[in-house]
């Protein structure tokens, strides 16, 4: 295969992934073009608190959300502070 084109994965004639020419996948996304991975749809384990996101060793430098929560609760400072003005602080 000669050029960068991209490659998709059908069910019922409908793209479900694509990895773009480029290196970038896309799951429910057809045209992958912001991130390496772009996806439509929520994300989740298939067992509850058995998988990370990062490591100790292997962090991600900047978490983008409206709203976080442990557990059934939603993660707030100890201002009482939650959700997205917590969030967009970018103090140290």
Known sequence: NSGSRDIEF????T??????GGGNVGIGVTTPTNFKL?????????TTAAHDLGSATY?????YGTTIY???N?????????GTPLWENNSN
């Open 10 to 13: 059908q069910t019922s004639s």
């Open 59 to 63: 962090k991600w430098n900047n978490i």
């Open 74 to 82: 939603q993660v707030c400072d100890t201002s009482n502070n939650c």
């Open 15 to 20: 793209t479900r992934m694509t990895i773009a």
């Open 38 to 46: 772009q996806l439509t749809g929520d994300i989740g384990p298939t």
């Open 70 to 72: 442990q557990g059934a």
